[in-house]
């Protein structure tokens, strides 16, 4: 069985001070890997797919890594527009039509 | 937002009563979901579309049903209502599922079965 384990569940940044969220994950077929950001009473927003061990992507303050156990989604000098829950998601080999989310990390920035 | 919407936004009905939430693309995707959200658990899924009339069972599926007779419109109803269907249900699509499914996710349902 799929299973996504996001840490820590909420994390508390001043502004301009760097960080990294976790997302372990086991899997059978990783077809992709999944960022996600949630503003209070809205939809997931769309960020990051990571495909394969090794992969990174970035945007803006945001840079998504991937390892064979483990995403990390780092964030570099947050302001406080970046507090939002970010959820990570993956699709496996077993059913690519349902991605299996973590029950994601609130960050709140402080200015 | 991908061109995705939701109605009604808000809902407050009563055990027993049918609801019909509506899911409305305009990206000409091809699969569409219906998920929902509770405190303490990830997004769940409920049902996918993989083309019209189309549909299958996602994770947590029993009380619902769904139907698409077009391929910009996605129904979830609960044919009645219970307490344990309050939550949050969003729509989600996706163009393809061989590269990932990256999914979009429309602004939400809330729904309030008293």
């Known amino acids: 069985e799929d299973q996504v384990t996001q840490s820590p569940e909420a994390l508390r940044l001043q502004e301009g001070e760097s960080s990294s969220l976790n997302c372990s994950y086991t899997?059978?077929?990783?077809?992709?890997l999944f960022w996600y950001r949630q503003d209070p009473g809205k939809g997931p927003e769309f960020l990051f797919t990571?495909?394969?061990a090794g992969e990174e992507k970035e945007k803006e303050r945001l840079k998504a890594t991937l390892t064979k156990k483990e995403s990390f989604l780092h964030i570099t000098a947050p302001k406080p527009e970046d507090s939002a829950t970010y959820l990570c998601?993956?699709?496996?080999?077993?059913?690519?039509?349902?991605?299996?989310f973590g029950k994601g990390t609130k960050l709140s920035v402080i200015p | 937002d991908a061109g995705i919407t939701q109605s009604p936004r808000h809902k407050v009905t009563e055990t027993g009563t049918p609801v019909t939430l509506r899911c409305h693309q305009t990206?000409?995707?091809?699969?569409m979901y219906w998920y929902r959200q509770d405190p303490g658990h990830g997004l769940r899924l409920i049902h996918y579309?993989?083309?019209?009339?189309?549909?299958d069972k996602g994770e947590v599926s029993d009380g619902y049903s769904v139907s698409r007779s077009k391929t910009e419109d996605f129904l979830l109803t609960l044919e009645s209502a219970t307490s344990s269907q309050t939550s949050v249900y969003f729509c989600?699509?996706?163009?393809?599922?061989?590269?990932?499914?990256?999914?979009?996710f429309g602004p939400g349902t809330r729904l309030t079965v008293t």
């Open positions: 990206e000409n995707h091809r699969y």
């Open positions: 579309s993989y083309g019209v009339k189309d549909t």
């Open positions: 998601a993956l699709a496996s080999g077993a059913g690519s039509y349902q991605l299996t």
């Open positions: 899997v059978s077929g990783l077809r992709g």
């Open positions: 989600a699509i996706s163009e393809f599922v061989s590269s990932g499914n990256e999914q979009y």
């Open positions: 990571l495909y394969s």
